[in-house]
């Protein structure tokens, strides 16, 4: 009985019927991994290991009334990571070689879709506005295979943000335009700055299907000022495109994502470039995954053996890394019932390190060797509805878009 319960509390409850016909409804659901994590060497030498609750997070999707759609992300790592989660390569928001933790409301937008009616046609146009991902670049890590975040994190998505979108869709082309506020946030309960902050940073992407089951998107933005919240430091020009393909080979569903992402700082004077390949292969209750990544990191002024000066300046800056990394795992579905799923994991990553250019920064005087190994041992849990993928708002959510993510099911498309 408390199962059913359960079931019928979290996953989707119809509460109407919206102007387009449609049954408004409610989803919720819940998400974390209990993770055992361990890097050799780290900063400063050595080997260490942590066990963490990573990504506990609560999400909801609401339908209706009218065109209207609602989606968000309440993260509680704040809470679980609040020193971050130990990952090598990681960067970010004063964090180095562990990614932070994210704000503590991730994600709340509120779209309008086919807000022109029969007036536009076949195509439609949506309006959306809140706080989550400006439109660039490719889907949050937490909805891929992966239990950890890639290197290029900050270089291929820009999330938490305020930020108003207005996109366009006509056949299996999309276009986006946004403008949101360019600081970054600088600990898990900070709000974005929007008083003198919010429309000084912008960007436009464009997707479309080329075939069933291949996507394709090129973005770009203008960031101002990210990581100097009062907006006195330097911007940043960036570029994303990307190919994807999530459809099922015979039965068996397999996900691909090949991504570029460049980002420019100080008018030029930095550029740091990624080249991303990750791919997963499910059949039955197993999964493969694999991930090859290479990519440019900041190497910044150091205050403590995982953080970096805040707020940071173009002189913070100390030279810069390459990273490339190899990244394997293998995940199996243990239990699966209505509402609730149960799925161990194992992930394995090599990584190098190698100096760009000049500057201070000098790897085996950090590391004491120049490349790292890391493991991770966890345990998935998931209840209620699906986690829609994060970033799609108005025309670009649609009901394939709420199916399970790929760290769950892989079939949505």
Do not use: C
């Not at 993928?389 to 959510?397: F, K, N, Q």
């Amino acid at each position: 009985m408390a199962r059913t319960a359960l079931a019928a509390l979290m996953a989707s409850a119809p509460v109407g019927t919206s102007a387009q016909g449609e049954p408004a409804s409610v989803r919720v659901g819940a998400h974390a991994v209990l993770a055992f994590e361990r890097s050799e060497p780290v900063p400063g030498g050595g080997a260490l290991g942590e066990v963490r609750v990573v990504q506990p997070i609560l999400h909801l999707h609401a339908r209706g009334p009218g065109r209207l759609r609602l989606t968000g992300v309440l993260n509680l790592e704040g809470a679980t990571i609040p020193g971050g989660e130990l990952t090598p390569g990681d960067w970010g928001e004063g964090f180095v070689d562990r990614r932070h933790p994210h704000t503590y409301l991730h994600e709340l937008m509120l779209s309008a879709d086919d807000v022109l009616g029969r007036h536009d046609g076949v195509a439609r146009v949506s309006l959306s506005a809140g706080k989550g991902f400006a439109p660039f670049g490719t889907d949050d890590p937490m909805v891929r295979p992966f239990l950890g975040y890639p290197v290029n994190h900050h270089l291929a998505q820009i999330l938490e943000r305020a930020v108003a979108i207005a996109a366009f869709r006509t056949g299996p082309v999309t276009v986006e335009a946004g403008v949101f506020n360019g600081d970054e946030p600088e600990r898990p309960g900070q709000w974005p700055r929007i008083g003198g902050r919010f429309g000084d940073s912008r960007s436009v992407r464009v997707s479309g299907t080329l075939i069933r089951g291949l996507t394709v998107q090129a973005s770009h933005a203008h960031v101002h000022s990210p990581e100097h919240r009062p907006g006195a430091g330097p911007a940043q020009g960036k570029w994303s495109v990307a190919a994807r393909w999530d459809r099922p080979l015979g039965k068996d569903p397999v996900y691909l994502m090949l991504e570029w992402a460049r980002t420019s700082e100080a008018s030029g004077f930095f550029v740091f470039r990624s080249a991303l390949l990750e791919g997963a292969w499910t059949r039955r209750p197993h999964r493969l995954q694999y991930r090859f990544e290479r990519t440019e990191r900041p190497e910044e002024e150091r205050v403590a053996r995982f953080r970096s000066l805040r707020p940071h300046l173009e002189n913070s800056i100390i030279g810069v890394s390459r990273w490339t990394t190899h990244t394997a795992g293998y995940e199996v579905t243990a239990i699966r019932r209505p509402a609730f799923e149960i799925r161990p994991l194992v992930q394995v990553g090599y990584a190098r390190i190698a100096k760009v250019g000049g500057g201070l920064f000098d790897v085996t005087s950090l590391y004491g060797r120049n490349h790292i190994w890391s493991l991770a041992l966890g345990v998935r849990v998931s209840a209620g509805a699906a986690l829609h993928r994060m970033g799609r708002y108005g025309v670009l959510e649609t009901e394939t878009d709420m199916a399970r993510p790929e760290h769950q099911e892989m079939t949505h498309r």
